[in-house]
Nanobody
Framework: VQIVESGGGLVQPGGSLRLSCITS????????VNWHRQAPGKERELVAT????????NYADSVKGRFFISRDNAKNTSLLQMMGLKFEDTAAYYC????????????WGQGTQVTVSA
């Protein structure tokens, strides 16, 4: 099983980034995809989640209207489009896949760093 995030980097406030999550080794279409983030000294935060059929996306209040999650089951990938980035969005971002019917079956990527700085 592999989950690899990419697309992080340094961006100015108000800028945009698109994070990618590429997976392999499991049946991606059977899994809910979550994007989490964790800033130094802070608790991990669930920022976005999408159902296995892309029919249900939910967002943390802190990112609603600025972040958009998507998935492509044919390519076993998920994207997190981030716009209007703020200083407080600085964190390591993690992609997490959780089996729809068995939450114990959960896979994580290694994370990608997003830094918002002037």
């Amino acid at each position: 099983v592999q989950i690899v995030e990419s697309g992080g980097g340094l961006v100015q406030p108000g800028g945009s980034l698109r994070l990618s999550c590429i997976t392999s080794g499991f049946t991606f279409a059977h899994y809910v995809v979550n994007w989490h983030r964790q800033a130094p000294g802070k608790e991990r935060e669930l920022v976005a989640t999408i159902g296995r059929l892309s029919n249900n996306a939910n967002y943390a209040d802190s990112v609603k209207g600025r972040f958009f999650i998507s998935r492509d089951n044919a390519k076993n990938t998920s994207l997190l489009q981030m716009m209007g980035l703020k200083f407080e969005d600085t964190a390591a971002y993690y992609c997490n896949a959780v089996h729809t019917f068995n939450a114990q079956e959960s896979y994580w990527g290694q994370g990608t760093q997003v830094t918002v700085s002037a």
